[in-house]
Structure formats: C-alpha cells, structure tokens
C-alpha cells in the first residue's frame, strides 16, 4: 500500500511565499508522474503543476512564474514552491502520484493554504 502526505500548507498574506511537500511511501517504484491540484471552496479540483519524469514540469497559466514543482524521484519527495501568493490561490492543496506499468496512483489527504488579502 503506498501512501501520500502533504505539509506546509499555512495561513500567509498576498505577496507572500509557501513551500508544500509531499512525500510518498510503501511499495512504489518508476514513478512518472507528479501532479498537485487544488480545489477551492465550491470549486471543481483543478490541476496546478506536475512534473512529468520525461516532459518535466507544466503549469497551469494562472500560476506560471509564481509557482514552481520540482522534488526527488528517488527519496519519493516533491515539493511545490509558490511565490507571489494571492488571495485567489486559497485551496486545499493535494498531490497525486503515478508510478509503474500498471499507471497506479495515490492522493494525499491535503492540505490547506490560505491567504489573506
């Protein structure tokens, strides 16, 4: 079984920064892809960021150069670094992991970024 858990997520005024990570554990091995969605109150869950082992990273517009994916295949650790925060980007923050032939996956639990105007 493999498990996914999110941090950093916090309370932080517009303008400024936060550093989720997300780290995966249990029996996972090649993994592919690295993805963090978001999902504001009565919104639909929407794709931020992944980082894709071959295409590498992509952004959804609204936080391109503000937001940066990138983490360590190896020890199963990815983090999603934003910048510039705003009001707007208040969401619970989740990762998602894909790995192996079989194109597995796993969520994490969230976790909750606010900011404040």
């Known amino acids: 079984q493999v498990h996914v858990v999110e941090s950093g997520g916090g309370l932080v005024q517009a303008g400024g920064s936060l550093r989720l990570s997300c780290e995966a554990s249990?029996?996972?091995?090649?993994?592919?892809?690295t993805r963090w969605f978001r999902q504001a109150p009565g919104k639909q869950r929407e794709l931020v960021a992944g980082?894709?082992?071959?295409?590498?990273?992509n952004y959804v517009d609204s936080v391109k150069g503000r937001f940066t994916i990138f983490g360590e295949n190896a020890k199963n650790l990815w983090y999603l670094q934003m910048n510039s925060l705003k009001p707007e980007d208040t969401a619970v923050y989740y990762c998602?992991?894909?790995?192996?032939?079989?194109?597995?996956?796993?969520w994490g639990q969230g976790t909750l970024v606010t900011v404040s105007a």
């Open positions: 249990g029996n996972i091995d090649n993994i592919l892809t």
């Open positions: 998602n992991v894909r790995w192996g032939l079989r194109l597995s996956d796993a």
């Open positions: 980082l894709d082992t071959v295409s590498g990273p």
